[in-house]
């Protein structure tokens, strides 16, 4: 099939049944359980890519954050110590 699976998988089938699905009551019966599967499949992976979407997002989201943190306290040590810290992976925005 050209469209085989994933979020899309639901076409064929519901193609099938638009096709052949008043002609043939096997044609009809293989394309509504085709479509059926397909659908609820094709619902698990739309969910799984927008959880997987928000995970990687979190995970990048706590990673920066962790980041900050941890270089924000070194530059309060040296600041302390009354030296100049100089971030690492920093940009020069404003001069």
Same mark, same amino acid.
């Given at each position: 099939?050209? #469209?085989?699976?994933? +979020?899309?998988?639901?076409? !064929?089938?519901?193609?099938? /049944?638009? !096709?052949?699905?008043?002609? %043939?009551?096997?044609?009809? $019966?293989?394309?509504?359980? $085709? ?6 499949? %094709? +619902?698990? $992976? /739309? ?6 979407? &928000?995970? #990687? @997002?979190? +995970? &990048?989201?706590? @990673? !920066?954050?962790?980041?900050?943190? #941890? ?10 110590? @009354? ?6 992976? %920093? $940009?020069?925005? &404003?001069?």
């Amino acid at each position: 099939m050209l #469209i085989g699976g994933g +979020v899309l998988g639901w076409i !064929a089938p519901l193609v099938a /049944l638009l !096709a052949r699905g008043n002609q %043939s009551p096997t044609a009809r $019966a293989h394309a509504v359980a $085709a479509l059926n599967f397909q659908l609820v499949w %094709s +619902v698990i $992976a /739309l969910i799984g890519w927008i959880l997987t979407c &928000i995970l #990687i @997002g979190l +995970v &990048i989201g706590f @990673g !920066a954050m962790i980041v900050g943190i #941890i270089f924000g306290i070194l530059a309060g040590v040296k600041a302390n110590e @009354g030296q100049l810290y100089r971030y690492p992976m %920093s $940009a020069n925005l &404003i001069k």
